[in-house]
């Protein structure tokens, strides 16, 4: 008998011996914009099931949600999973909020600015300040809002010059 229990992003993994199989083998699928990070690390699995995992991409237009889709599907039909459901849920909206805090130590060391938790509206206005992912300096500006995917924009440090990505928050 398969087990119905779940694992949702923010909660403790079930214990489903299904369910964490299903986790650990999402856990190892790359974003395709940003692999240095998992969809796990990234919150866009909001859910898994025994027979069924939940994603919700990282704003409604993201060019790579199909992308993502069919590499999780890749990844649960090598592994034996073909029976595996994946559903596409777009409410409630994906937020920054869900990135792991190892995903957004993942981001910083590659070099994008991970935005805190609970910043989401702040940054949206840019009423705080991006920390550098390379010196950790406050003292930086905004470039562009449109930066190498359309979920980031281009940042500057002013202390150590270098240009980078920072998570627009939502």
């Known amino acids: 008998m398969v087990s119905a ?10 214990r489903a011996p299904a369910v964490q199989e299903l986790r650990a083998i999402l856990a190892g699928v790359p974003d395709p914009e940003i692999p240095a990070v998992s969809v796990i690390d990234l919150g866009i699995v909001r859910a898994i099931e025994a027979q069924r995992v939940v994603i919700t ?5 993201c060019p790579a949600t199909l992308a993502i889709e069919q590499s999780i599907r890749a990844a649960l039909d090598s592994a034996g999973l073909a029976d595996v459901a994946i559903e596409t849920a ?28 609970g910043a989401a509206a702040a940054s949206l206005k840019n009423e ?16 562009s809002r449109f930066g190498s995917t359309p979920c980031k924009a281009l940042w500057r440090c002013l202390a150590c010059a270098e240009p980078f990505d920072r998570f627009k928050c939502h």
């Open 90 to 117: 777009l409410s409630p909206p994906w937020s920054t909020d869900w990135i792991s805090d190892e995903g957004r130590e993942k981001l910083r060391a590659y070099g994008i600015a991970p935005p805190p938790k």
């Open 5 to 14: 229990q779940t694992w949702t992003a923010g909660a403790s993994p079930a």
């Open 128 to 143: 705080t300040q991006a920390e550098c992912p390379r010196c950790g300096s406050q003292n930086t500006e905004e470039i």
């Open 57 to 61: 991409p990282t704003y409604t237009g």
